[in-house]
């Protein structure tokens, strides 16, 4: 039989596990016959309603967990894109035939995406084992040996719930003093010279994601400007630290170097001594309003964007090289310059704006692209947030995004 031939609806039906679909509202798309059989539940009691109403918590058991745990995987799950397998579950049901009684039960769930185009997770395939019988086996050798067996894996599945819990908290603490560090090293939005600059900085969903990327707006002599963006490998406190280090280090070398190029020289070569700031991406552009000139140069960053006043796009993609550190001897960077027209707009960003994942940066730098042109009339405020708005997934990136938009 061809792929295109394959009947995946009765493929669904007949998986001999409980497999369901979820909305990203949690709430049921579709379920196979193995999940109405185990769950005691018809096609309608469950397709089209929340999950959690369907199956809560036991509301006898104040120390019921099933549910609480299931949602945060699932809400994992949407916000990385990333599948979660979960730890064994005792999730109580309440019986059909007798209701107000709960059915102890205990199930070993799998949650993984289904991403659409966009890169945004459109589905959630809930997978789930049931082992009741296998954990509450009675009579015998065997059954003893079960019930051991049960005591101990509910023991540590909760053991390892209550480390998770106490991770995420700790994480969560080192992501808001990592957002306050970034907020406290990067430059507040207003005038560089006599221009203006609409900056943005969206910190990426979670709390282990927090990342070290950053901008810079430099004044320098006549009637010039430096624009730079940067992004540093990792996460969390040390990718904040880093990332503080190099913007004080570019902003410092942009005002004495002769160009872009030669301040990112200066930067690798700085670079080279810092802790996590190998592979370092980073783009700067110097705007000369007196010979309506761009001069850039890009250390593996992502192109800057050009939006004539005739709508076009022009990408800044002429003077790229690898990131800083990645090359063992220094080479001399390479410099392009490129012409504006009064009225132009220049637009740097980082990569958490345009990519997604198991996709092409050529279809971000479209999207990006379409938007621009769709917008021209925007003022520099107005088209930051809706670029922002348009371009990020609606659950919240995974990245960090900076986001600088200058009129010309």
Request: with cysteine; hydrophobic share 40%; net charge negative.
């Amino acid at each position: 039989m061809t792929e295109a031939g394959i009947n995946y609806a009765a493929v669904f039906q007949a998986l001999p596990g409980m497999v369901a679909l979820l909305t990203p509202e949690l709430v049921y798309a579709d379920v196979n016959e193995e999940f109405v059989r185990l769950s005691g539940r018809s096609r309608e009691q469950l397709v089209g309603r929340y999950l959690f109403e369907v199956f809560p918590d036991n509301p006898n058991d104040p120390a019921a967990t099933g549910a609480r745990n299931l949602e945060a995987s699932l809400r994992r799950v949407l916000a990385t894109g990333e599948r979660d397998t979960m730890a064994l579950q005792r999730y109580d049901v309440e019986s059909q035939e007798r209701p107000g009684e709960w059915e102890e039960r205990y199930w070993s769930p799998v949650n993984a995406p289904i991403v659409g185009p966009d890169g945004r997770v459109e589905l959630l395939v809930h997978r789930v084992e049931e082992v009741t019988e296998l954990i509450k086996a009675r009579g015998g050798p065997e059954g003893s040996r079960a019930r051991v067996l049960e005591a101990e894996l509910y023991t540590r599945a909760r053991e390892l719930q209550e480390v998770n819990e106490r991770l995420r908290e700790a994480h969560a603490r080192e992501r808001e003093v990592a957002l306050a560090l970034q907020k406290a090293m990067l430059p507040a939005p207003g005038l560089v010279g006599h221009h203006r600059a609409a900056v943005r900085y969206r910190p990426a969903v979670g709390s282990l994601n927090v990342c070290g990327d950053w901008y810079d707006l430099v004044d320098l002599p006549g009637d010039r400007i430096g624009v730079a963006v940067g992004d540093v490998v990792g996460h969390g406190l040390p990718a904040a630290g880093v990332m503080g280090l190099l913007r004080s280090a570019l902003s410092a070398a942009s005002r004495v170097a002769d160009g872009p190029a030669q301040a990112l020289e200066v930067l690798g070569l700085y670079a080279r001594s810092v802790d996590g700031a190998e592979n370092t991406t980073a783009v700067e552009v110097c705007v000369d309003w007196d010979t309506h000139a761009l001069t850039y140069s890009s250390a593996g960053h992502p192109p800057p964007a050009v939006l004539r006043i005739d709508g076009t796009v022009k990408f800044l993609d002429q003077a790229t090289d690898p990131p800083l550190g990645a090359r063992p001897d220094h080479v001399a960077r390479p410099q392009a310059t490129a012409a504006f027209t009064e009225g132009d707009t220049l637009v740097l960003y980082t990569d958490g704006l345009i990519e997604r994942r198991r996709e092409d940066i050529d279809a971000g730098l479209a999207r990006l692209a379409d938007a621009l042109t769709r917008h021209r009339t925007a003022d520099p405020e107005r088209l930051a947030d809706t670029l922002l708005y348009e371009l990020l997934p609606a659950g919240g990136a995974t990245d960090d995004t900076a986001l600088v938009i200058v009129r010309l």
